[in-house]
């Protein structure tokens, strides 16, 4: 949508339009809310202001990017917003050329920024493109955002960066930054005065406006301008967000700079749904609601898996005193905001900062304490080094507790948790297991407690998959398995974490009983039970919610190689060596054909 010759009241009829078309959609398929209803003035100048055909638009972790989608063609399919094979919830290049780069993890989006800008330097193009990023207050506190920023302020590279601070994260955002950002002197206030002083002491030439600098500085005012000022970045802010004549002023300046510069722009979190305005958390990922009630219209009866994490790590705590944990940024999501608020000298939100959350860990387990680093598996990416080098290398006891492993559903991609046993197993000193109910998950969360040595566990978003009928899970011991059923004939199922109720789902629609295994560890395997098994069943069929390359079925094949065994056939059920994408994850559980009834037809066809 060319927004060239749109007047301000076109404009600020168009961000109603957009807010409306949000909570229309948002309110049926759920969705980020508060952060795209927020961001919605500074998209709709960043639009009026720049081409996002030729400049690169770029969004930090880029869920609070719908008006981008909106303005930019997508207005109508928009109803198919994070379902399968509709319009995803983050930018997606091969969704629209408006996109500029995959997003969904956070603090990537000033690298990508210096990036496009070399690139743009390189291809002489600077007189006519130039990189806008928009980045949230909650995504400035990783250190890759600082890795750019120390580098931009060194080679000046001509970039705008809109700085959208709402003040808040997913939560209430922690730490010196939010502070910062937020502190007094950025206030309106405080930075009109600075104004009019600066305005008046330049009267008096550079040797003034030094001094004055120098006493701002004495004076101790840390204004957010400073850091990144200091950093040879300049600083606008801060500006009021939804104000949309300041910011296409602002904007229009910025871009004639020809230099880095920062918008550090104040907007509401939820802006213009009053029910979600503010400091709610709970808007910022939102399953379908009711508009008028702002009640949500799904409630699921199972308990989740989280909310098994949170009872036993509740339950352990009570009477060790030596068990901490920390999470990144994700307090509600991964089941540590009861345990924050219960024990806050022992839990932490470090903010988003999966680097620092897993070193940081690793130096209390160093001090004789038993962390339990609580990280989706998806964002231990982020923090993949400091497993090896600041926790195996010394084989440090370190829990990695690690929430929505395998398929998540609509956050697609950029979301799914399906890599960790393949980029854990490979670490020396780890030891990977997994849980497939409640009671087995209190059983291998007290073997973590007492296990010497770096650990993980990992499970599903929401409940886990049905195992009601299977014999009762016994206390987990290291590198032990548990045979579930035990039948005749060459068939034998082995299931790992979630995946063993997978298994048990797809027998239960065979003609003949199964063998039933599950594996409980991938690393170390039960290799006395394996042997075993070898002995009895010659053809293997492995479930789990893990990505075959380096997975279950890779580590069980590495079995029979070490053991000269050639007779057994190992038919893996993991996900596909490709990236998954969006939806409801039973739609693309089953576009992939892993629904047990689907895998149940593959079974058959191999007996
Ligand atoms: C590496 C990484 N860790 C955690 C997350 C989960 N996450 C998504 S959005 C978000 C909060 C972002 O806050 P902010 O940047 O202030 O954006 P806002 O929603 O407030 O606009 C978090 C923690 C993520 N996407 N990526
Ligand atoms: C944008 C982001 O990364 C988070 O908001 C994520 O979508 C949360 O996922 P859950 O809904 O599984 O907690
Ligand atoms: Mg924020």
Redesign the pocket.
Same mark, same amino acid.
């Given at each position: 949508m060319d927004l060239q010759y749109k007047s301000i009241a076109e404009l600020e009829k168009l961000c109603e339009d957009i807010r409306k078309r949000i909570l229309e959609v948002v309110s049926k398929n759920g969705g980020?809310l508060s952060s795209t209803l927020g961001a919605t003035e500074l998209i709709v100048a960043m639009h009026k202001v720049f081409d996002s055909k030729k400049d690169p638009f770029i969004f930090d972790?880029s869920?609070q990017s719908y008006a981008h989608k909106l303005l930019t063609g997508r207005w109508d399919e928009f109803d198919t917003l994070r379902q399968f094979n509709g319009i995803c919830g983050y930018t997606k290049p091969s969704e629209s050329e408006d996109d500029y780069f995959v997003a969904?993890h956070s603090s990537t989006s000033i690298s990508l920024g210096v990036g496009a800008a070399k690139a743009i330097a390189l291809k002489g193009e600077q007189d006519e493109r130039i990189p806008v990023v928009m980045i949230g207050d909650g995504s400035m506190t990783a250190g890759m955002v600082y890795e750019a920023l120390n580098e931009l302020g060194e080679r000046k590279y001509p970039m705008v960066i809109i700085l959208n601070d709402n003040e808040m994260s997913?939560s209430k955002p922690i730490g010196a930054v939010s502070r910062m950002l937020s502190s007094a002197m950025a206030s309106p206030f405080y930075q009109r005065f600075k104004k009019t002083t600066e305005a008046f002491v330049d009267n008096f030439g550079e040797g003034a406006r030094y001094i004055a600098k120098r006493m701002e500085e004495s004076l101790k005012l840390v204004t957010p301008g400073m850091l990144f000022e200091e950093m040879g970045i300049d600083y606008i802010g801060p500006v009021d967000g939804h104000n949309l004549t300041q910011l296409i002023e602002i904007l229009e300046t910025a871009k004639q700079l020809k230099k880095p510069v920062i918008i550090h722009a104040q907007t509401l979190k939820g802006k213009g749904y009053e029910i979600a305005e503010g400091k709610e958390e709970k808007w #910022?990922?939102v399953g379908p609601f009711d508009i008028s009630s702002g009640s949500s219209s799904k409630k699921s009866s199972a308990k989740s898996a989280t909310q098994i994490y949170t009872e036993a790590l509740l339950h352990l705590c009570k009477d060790n005193d030596k068990i901490v944990g920390a999470t990144a940024a994700?307090p509600s999501?991964t089941g540590l905001t009861e345990l924050i608020e219960k024990y806050p000298n022992r839990f932490w939100d470090v903010a988003i900062a999966e680097q620092h959350a897993v070193t940081s860990m690793a130096a209390l387990a160093r001090e004789g304490f038993k962390p339990f680093c609580t990280i989706y598996s998806t964002f231990l990416q982020r923090g993949y080094d400091q497993v090896i080098h600041d926790t195996c290398l010394m084989d440090l006891p370190v829990v990695f507790a690690l929430d929505?492993a395998g398929i998540?559903g609509e956050?697609g991609e950029t #979301?799914q948790g399906v890599f960790d046993v393949s980029f854990l197993r490979a670490i020396p000193n780890m030891t990977l297991f997994a849980p497939r109910d409640e009671k087995s998950f209190h059983q291998a969360m007290a073997f973590a407690t007492e296990y010497d040595h770096p650990c993980s566990l990992r499970y599903p978003?929401g409940a886990f998959l049905d195992t009601e009928g299977l014999p009762e899970s016994t206390k987990f011991t290291l590198a032990k398995s548990q045979l579930l059923e035990s039948h005749e004939g060459d068939i034998l199922f082995i299931g790992y974490g979630n995946g063993v109720g997978r298994a048990y789902a797809t027998a239960k629609l065979l003609d003949e009983s199964v063998s039933l295994l599950d594996l409980r560890f991938v690393k170390p395997l039960d290799t006395t039970m394996l042997r075993e098994m070898v002995q009895k069943h010659k053809k293997w069929f492995v479930f789990s919610d893990t990505s075959k390359m380096g997975g279950v079925g890779s580590a069980l094949l590495e079995f029979l190689a070490d053991e000269k065994i050639t007779d057994v056939l190992v038919e893996s059920f993991e996900y596909d060596d490709c990236f998954i994408t969006h939806g409801n994850t039973k739609v693309v559980e089953e576009s992939l054909g892993i629904l047990p009834a689907q895998l149940a037809k593959k079974a058959e066809a191999l007996i």
């Open positions: 980020h972790v869920h969904g997913i #910022h990922g994700m999501g929505r998540v956050d #979301h978003r």
